[in-house]
């Protein structure tokens, strides 16, 4: 009987270590999974990281690309602005340099010629005159600096210019400095 008991205390430990063995094997396994786990996590952070500082320069070199499309287009149209500008500067020295030999009728006709030129530049830019006389008052577009009684105009409506007013495509530039009727009273 002892030599059983003996027997069955050795199949114990042997079962015990076995199962030792198998627990370390287990847990030895398990480390390096996750030691391995671990590394691949590491190197997609790198990954991710370096990704994104690219991601990141290149939408720096979009925006500053963008910014110099934009200021070269700005410069591109303002050369071509100054050399429409340039065209009337022209006509006005030329016109200084003649003065002394034009009487006062061939003067103001070249005023005109001036002016009508500089208007046309001016409107193909997109530069127009706010209407005003005879029309009804648009704070908008016009700023009052008179209020006058007429009997000839309903309450409202522009009676004189003093100062011309521009829009710029659909925004005003320069509101028109008028008179404006506020009826009879």
């Given amino acids: 009987m002892e030599e059983q008991r003996d027997k069955s205390a050795e199949q114990a430990n042997t079962i015990d270590q076995q ?3 198998g627990a370390e094997k287990n847990v030895d396994q398990r480390i390096a999974d996750l030691e391995a786990q671990l590394a691949q996590s590491k190197k997609e952070a790198v990954e991710n ?3 994104y500082l690219r991601e990141r320069a290149d939408w720096d070199n979009f925006r500053k ?3 110099r499309l934009v200021s070269d287009r700005v410069l591109y149209q303002k050369k071509a602005l100054f050399n429409k500008l340039l065209e009337v500067m022209d006509n006005v020295e030329r016109a200084l340099v003649y003065e002394d030999t034009m009487d006062k009728t061939q003067i ?3 005023l005109h010629m001036l002016q009508w030129q500089m208007n046309e530049v001016l409107r193909g830019e997109g530069l127009n005159a706010v209407p005003t006389v005879g029309e009804a008052f648009n704070p908008y577009m016009h700023e ?3 209020a006058v009684e007429s009997s000839e105009q309903p309450d409202g409506m522009v009676l004189e210019e003093l100062r011309k007013g521009y829009t710029l495509g659909e925004e005003t530039l320069r509101p028109a400095r008028v008179k ?3 009826g009879n009273k």
């Fill in 49 to 51: 990281w370096n990704k």
């Fill in 180 to 182: 404006v009727s506020v």
């Fill in 108 to 110: 103001q006709h070249t």
């Fill in 19 to 21: 199962g030792t063995n």
């Fill in 65 to 67: 690309r963008q910014e």
């Fill in 144 to 146: 009052a600096v008179e």
